[in-house]
């Protein structure tokens, strides 16, 4: 540390702004994980409002409205939701596919047997919803939409989790973020294999020698953004016109995406050290090489981050608080009725959600821990894993995202009723059992205290 940053510590950050009285509070709290499931909820409120109102015809055939290109016999359009669901949240897949491949390489993942524990509880918490939902619609209309109660809804997960404070172990965070990662890639499977129209084989070449491409450009060193960009609408192009759902796009470029910085830490300190060495003064405009070089280093800290977190940073409040609330307001009206209520596909996935995802979620976790395949960490006590796994049966987004692509009007409109029922059930559930939990082991703690008080003062009496 120079003698001018010694004398003033604020010459060691940026400048600031009047603005940066507003943006920075406004920027800590948009960072709170709890913001996006708030925001997801009032989506939901509003779209599910609305469609139990007197605007509804109108409010449900705005998302029908046909946008695209059309010239001559040549037409590309598609309904608006359609563009939400099937491009918009490409981007939201995207996002999935690096938060896996960031804990695969530097995350609770990274851990084989601590990764276990989340990829088997992961695997009931889909299989056993998915079972219950196939027995009880067997050989009836609604038997294609198994793929409904498989998905857990991160963001009201991990906003339920707030709810609770200190009542939710840390531990019991990191499982869920964990589960739900694994969940979401579980069902972007179910989206490519169960609910894919009849595969264009030319096409799927065709984007699949897209991706090869880019990992190509990748291994060249190309780190221009705009060349990824235009190559993944290409790509996504390819893919959809293959007939597998083109959201499958975003995953294979997220699992693509370098999760090393460029320039290593070493090189970034030796760059910042030749910019250091120029002595004070106004000598970094024109073409200079002190320009150059300070330009170098400004190349190099932007470089430093991987383009995994990098990626991740920029485009995570957009998918948060942008693309997830429009696909609710765009999916989640649904008009609720008596009738709608006893509809067998909406008490299947009321079923499978409420009882299949923690019942799946605790008996496959403790298998993979009887086997010794898994570990489980001593603050995951059983009953915290229960409460996680109500929680777990939010399936709120993707579910709706798989209903669109199963069912169709009345049938839809059943599973949409379902997994709002079921989301509601899960949610009350989950917090009132953690709630309860939370309050045992607080009480523990203070009867544990008092005793262990009450020896040390008795300690110097018996010393007597």
């Given at each position: 540390m120079?003698?001018?940053?010694?004398?003033?510590?604020?010459?060691?950050?940026l400048p600031r702004e009047?603005?940066?009285r507003?943006?920075?509070?406004?920027?800590?709290f948009l960072?709170?994980?709890?913001?996006?499931?708030a925001?997801?909820?009032?989506?939901a409120?509003?779209?599910f409002?609305l469609?139990?109102?007197?605007w509804?015809?109108?409010f449900?055939a705005?998302?029908?409205t046909?946008?695209?290109?059309?010239?001559?016999?040549f037409?590309?359009?598609?309904?608006?939701r359609?563009?939400?669901?099937?491009?918009?949240?490409t981007?939201?897949?995207?996002?999935?596919a690096l938060?896996?491949k960031?804990?695969?390489?530097?995350?609770e993942?990274?851990?084989?047997?601590?990764a276990a524990?989340?990829?088997?509880?992961a695997?009931?918490g889909?299989l056993?919803?998915?079972a219950?939902?196939l027995?009880l619609?067997?050989g009836?209309?609604?038997e294609?939409?198994?793929g409904?109660?498989?998905a857990?809804?991160?963001?009201?997960?991990i906003?339920?989790l707030?709810?609770?404070?200190?009542?939710?172990?840390?531990?019991?965070?990191v499982?869920l973020l964990s589960?739900a990662?694994v969940d979401?890639?579980g069902?972007i499977?179910v989206v490519?294999?169960?609910?894919?129209?009849?595969v264009g084989?030319?096409?799927?070449?065709?984007?699949?020698?897209g991706?090869?491409?880019?990992?190509?450009?990748?291994?060249?060193?190309?780190?221009?953004?705009?060349?990824?960009?235009?190559?993944?609408?290409?790509?996504?192009?390819a893919?959809?016109?293959?007939?597998i759902h083109?959201?499958?796009?975003g995953?294979?470029?997220?699992?693509?995406?370098p999760?090393?910085?460029?320039?290593?830490d070493?090189?970034l300190?030796a760059?910042?050290?030749r910019v250091l060495?120029?002595?004070?003064g106004?000598?970094?405009s024109?073409d200079?090489?002190?320009?150059?070089?300070?330009?170098?280093a400004?190349k190099?800290?932007?470089?430093a981050?991987?383009p995994?977190?990098?990626?991740?940073?920029?485009?995570?409040?957009?998918v948060?608080?942008?693309?997830?609330p429009?696909?609710?307001l765009?999916n989640?009206?649904v008009h609720?009725?008596?009738?709608?209520?006893a509809?067998?596909v909406?008490?299947?996935v009321?079923?499978g959600?409420a009882?299949g995802?923690?019942v799946g979620i605790l008996?496959?976790?403790w298998l993979?821990?009887r086997?010794?395949?898994?570990?489980?960490?001593?603050?995951?006590?059983?009953?915290?894993?229960a409460?996680?796994?109500m929680?777990?049966?939010?399936g709120?987004?993707?579910?709706?995202f798989?209903?669109?692509l199963?069912?169709?009007?009345?049938l839809?409109?059943?599973a949409?009723?379902g997994i709002?029922?079921?989301?509601v059930?899960?949610?009350?559930?989950?917090?009132?059992l953690?709630?309860?939990?939370?309050h045992?082991?607080?009480?523990r703690?203070?009867?544990?205290?008092?005793?262990?008080a009450?020896q040390?003062?008795?300690?110097?009496l018996?010393a007597?």
């Amino acid at each position: 540390m120079d003698q001018d940053q010694k004398a003033d510590p604020r010459l060691g950050r940026l400048p600031r702004e009047p603005i940066d009285r507003f943006t920075r509070p406004l920027a800590r709290f948009l960072r709170i994980e709890t913001v996006s499931g708030a925001v997801l909820l009032i989506a939901a409120m509003v779209a599910f409002g609305l469609s139990n109102s007197a605007w509804a015809d109108g409010f449900l055939a705005f998302w029908d409205t046909p946008i695209g290109l059309r010239a001559g016999s040549f037409q590309f359009q598609r309904p608006l939701r359609d563009w939400i669901n099937d491009g918009l949240m490409t981007f939201f897949f995207f996002v999935v596919a690096l938060e896996l491949k960031r804990e695969l390489v530097v995350g609770e993942l990274r851990e084989p047997r601590i990764a276990a524990l989340s990829i088997a509880a992961a695997a009931g918490g889909m299989l056993a919803p998915a079972a219950i939902y196939l027995v009880l619609q067997f050989g009836q209309p609604g038997e294609h939409g198994w793929g409904v109660v498989m998905a857990t809804d991160t963001a009201f997960v991990i906003g339920c989790l707030a709810l609770l404070g200190q009542n939710a172990p840390r531990r019991l965070r990191v499982f869920l973020l964990s589960l739900a990662v694994v969940d979401d890639i579980g069902a972007i499977l179910v989206v490519a294999i169960g609910y894919s129209s009849g595969v264009g084989w030319t096409a799927l070449a065709v984007g699949i020698t897209g991706l090869a491409g880019v990992y190509g450009l990748r291994q060249l060193g190309i780190r221009s953004l705009l060349v990824y960009v235009l190559a993944g609408i290409l790509i996504w192009l390819a893919i959809d016109a293959s007939g597998i759902h083109p959201t499958v796009t975003g995953v294979a470029l997220g699992l693509l995406t370098p999760t090393r910085g460029w320039v290593s830490d070493r090189r970034l300190r030796a760059i910042l050290r030749r910019v250091l060495a120029y002595p004070p003064g106004n000598h970094w405009s024109g073409d200079t090489e002190d320009r150059k070089l300070l330009r170098s280093a400004g190349k190099a800290t932007r470089e430093a981050l991987a383009p995994v977190e990098r990626l991740e940073l920029i485009l995570h409040p957009w998918v948060a608080l942008g693309v997830m609330p429009l696909f609710a307001l765009a999916n989640a009206g649904v008009h609720v009725s008596l009738a709608g209520l006893a509809n067998p596909v909406t008490l299947a996935v009321v079923i499978g959600f409420a009882l299949g995802k923690p019942v799946g979620i605790l008996a496959f976790a403790w298998l993979a821990v009887r086997s010794g395949m898994a570990v489980r960490p001593r603050a995951l006590g059983w009953g915290v894993l229960a409460g996680g796994g109500m929680l777990a049966g939010i399936g709120f987004t993707m579910a709706l995202f798989i209903a669109e692509l199963a069912f169709k009007d009345e049938l839809l409109q059943a599973a949409k009723l379902g997994i709002l029922v079921a989301s509601v059930i899960s949610a009350a559930g989950g917090l009132s059992l953690l709630a309860w939990l939370g309050h045992i082991g607080r009480r523990r703690a203070a009867i544990a205290g008092a005793a262990d008080a009450g020896q040390h003062e008795i300690m110097p009496l018996r010393a007597l």
